[in-house]
């Protein structure tokens, strides 16, 4: 085995792969037709304990890490990428909570998470605020024991179907991103609703939409962290669920290689099945070396989040950035390798590499990844001279 | 609530070959699976549970390699499990099957619904829980695929060929259970280790007071003859002709079907 795993890894790999095999392939095209939100799946995906895997016991999950939920994550990608983001945006939820939240609001908030009774999401992004998050114009103003809420967020993975949000808003303008701070909404909260859900070209069994705060009244003990710290767990929270996108991305990758060598060994033309064709056997060869080369990375950059360490902001936009896009050039190369076949809905590879292409573009585009990396680089060469 | 399921592990049946000499089952080198029918009557045990609340006992009988497929079950869901192996039981057709899983749950004492599969798919004879309940003196319904709880009494709708018969049945009471009562869910994470952990009781014959004579090859009256493959009905027609004849022959054919 080239990733040796525990008893209970194997397990989560395991149970995951079930899910993707028995509950989500035979209804993965009917969701992407239909724009279906996936609510049997995701009952199922709850059931089997894997919205807890990463939250620690005492708050009703699994106490495990990283590397055990992109287990997780890959696997559910490989039956459908829609679905895994609907699965892995819940996670990119509790994150802030269990990073930053205080002892009540963990035991609030966790516990329902971890078992997949209530959904959660993450509102960062703005009509003006994309790439530049620091561009935020939702504010939070503090009155007595509450803060008044007012803005939009845009395209909110999960919104209208989480119970539990948190999103980034200004406690003071003036001080620009220092003046950004985190708060928990609930579905429900007076003054929070639901914009339309947006027609996507991918990723179609997840639901993307708006979030519209119009006077929104929470109590005080919303806030996550300190009133200033809210950029500081936004990106805290992005560098705990990038690694998730790469995990995604391979699982996405692998069930279009899987798909591709399935297909060129049976299609015969001029006599002979295509994968003997060079053109077509270094194609498949290519695809099958960058996947493993991605999840190389992505399971080191997992394991190595799970020792802990202080700083891996690199290593995680490396992990979206490379698996991302090794998961569109693998998807848009099995769609090749298919033909017209591929081109058609009967195959799920169109799907495939309709799906992929949100994974270069959501939680910061690879243009900002590679900014990312670049600004970690400069600073650690200029260290040390 | 208390429910009883009850487990059988079977060879998967897409790799058994039959020795055409001796007419038996080919076993070596052949995966043990739950059998699949059986994975639906846990399923509906544990449909129960999520809406009633309540424990759900396994019961197996077989071989001691049978536990395995009893820690499977337990990581769908299920509370307990208990093996009732015994080299005694060896060679049992339904109605000494009956008998023993019987004395099993007499000694498991107190239990509202009894959950057996519609049949196996090794033996399919579907006799075991119907006998088990004449046994248990219980009232039965087969072929179940839809199950309500009212009062002491259960609504169940039973699958027929040409459609379905919505039966009240009080409790105790035995079903067996089709796979229109919904697909089985997958295992969980917590099921599977506490799977692995598990305390598997092994009763023997002794232990459920079973009377020698009425169990295993001695309280199996059923003598296995012959087993063969029978032979594929051969009902093709080949139509001869010009292709103007064929299309002709053919049409007749169908239009007489029609009529």
Request: proline share 4%; charged share 25%.
């Amino acid at each position: 085995m080239l990733y040796p795993l525990t008893e209970e890894q194997l397990m989560i790999k395991e149970v995951a792969r079930r899910i993707a095999e028995e509950k989500i392939i035979p209804k993965r095209a009917e969701l992407d037709e239909k724009e279906e939100f996936p609510w049997d799946i995701l009952k199922e995906i709850a059931r089997a304990d894997l919205f807890g895997i990463f939250i620690p016991e005492e708050y009703g999950g699994l106490g495990f890490g990283s590397f055990e939920n992109s287990l997780a994550v890959e696997q559910i990608a490989w039956g459908c990428a829609g679905v895994a983001t609907a699965f892995a945006a819940s996670g990119l939820g509790a994150y802030p909570i269990l990073l930053f939240g205080n002892e009540e609001q963990k035991r609030t908030y966790l516990p329902p998470i971890a078992k997949g009774e209530k959904l959660a999401a993450f509102g960062l992004t703005e009509p003006n605020a994309g790439s530049d998050a620091g561009g935020i114009q939702t504010t939070a103003i503090k009155n007595g024991d509450y803060y008044i809420i007012n803005g939009t967020k845009q395209w909110i993975t999960n919104a209208g179907e989480a119970e539990i949000y948190v999103i980034i808003a200004l406690t003071d303008k003036k001080k620009g991103p220092r003046g950004a701070s985190a708060f928990i909404l609930e579905k429900g909260d007076l003054g929070f609703s639901f914009g339309k859900k947006e027609k996507k070209m991918g990723i179609r069994a997840s639901t993307t939409g708006d979030l519209i705060f119009e006077d929104c009244r929470i109590p005080k003990e919303r806030l996550l962290g300190k009133e200033g710290m809210g950029f500081i767990i936004a990106l805290k929270t992005l560098d705990y669920a990038r690694p998730g996108v790469g995990a995604l991305a391979v699982g996405l990758a692998q069930a279009a290689l899987d798909e591709a060598v399935k297909f060129a060994r049976q299609r015969k033309q001029f006599g002979q099945p295509i994968i003997s064709f060079q053109a077509v056997g270094h194609m498949l060869a290519e695809m099958a070396t960058q996947i493993e080369a991605a999840r190389a990375l992505t399971y080191t950059i997992c394991k190595y989040i799970d020792t802990n360490p202080k700083d891996f902001t690199k290593y995680a936009a490396m992990a979206k950035l490379f698996a991302s896009d090794v998961a569109m050039k693998v998807t848009t190369d099995a769609v090749q390798v298919l033909g017209g076949y591929g081109y058609m809905r009967d195959y799920p590879v169109e799907k495939m590499m309709r799906d992929a292409k949100i994974l270069q573009i959501y939680e910061g585009t690879n243009q900002i990844q590679r900014n990312i990396i670049a600004q970690i680089l400069n600073k650690e060469y200029g260290k040390q001279k | 609530m208390k429910y009883i399921v009850c487990i059988k592990q079977v060879p998967e049946i897409e790799g058994v070959k039959i020795n055409p000499e001796t007419g038996t089952l080919i076993r070596e080198g052949v995966k043990s699976i739950i059998n699949p029918y059986d994975l639906y009557a846990l399923e509906a045990a544990l449909q129960m549970k999520e809406r009633y609340g309540g424990n759900i006992i396994l019961l197996s009988m077989g071989p001691p390699q049978a536990e395995e497929a009893l820690r499977e079950a337990i990581s769908y869901g299920a509370d307990e499990a208990i093996l009732l192996s015994d080299r005694a039981f060896a060679g049992a057709d339904t109605l000494a099957t009956s008998y023993t899983l019987a004395q099993a749950i007499k000694k498991i004492g107190h239990y509202d619904i009894i959950f057996c599969g519609k049949q196996a798919i090794d033996g399919d004879t579907a006799q075991v829980g119907p006998e088990l309940a004449q046994r248990l003196n219980l009232p039965y319904v087969t072929y179940v695929r839809k199950i309500e709880l009212k009062e002491n009494s259960l609504i169940v709708e039973r699958d027929l060929d040409d459609g379905y018969q919505i039966i009240q049945i009080t409790l105790p009471a035995l079903l067996t259970i089709v796979k229109e009562i919904g697909e089985p869910r997958v295992p969980s994470i917590r099921g599977k280790m506490r799977a692995k952990k598990l305390q598997i009781p092994i009763w023997t014959a002794k232990d459920i007071e079973a009377k020698e004579e009425k169990i295993g090859i001695s309280g199996s009256p059923t003598r296995v003859l012959k087993i063969f493959s029978p032979p594929l009905r051969e009902r093709k027609e080949i139509i001869s002709g010009s292709l103007e004849e064929q299309v002709k022959t053919l049409w007749e054919k169908i239009d007489n079907i029609l009529k």
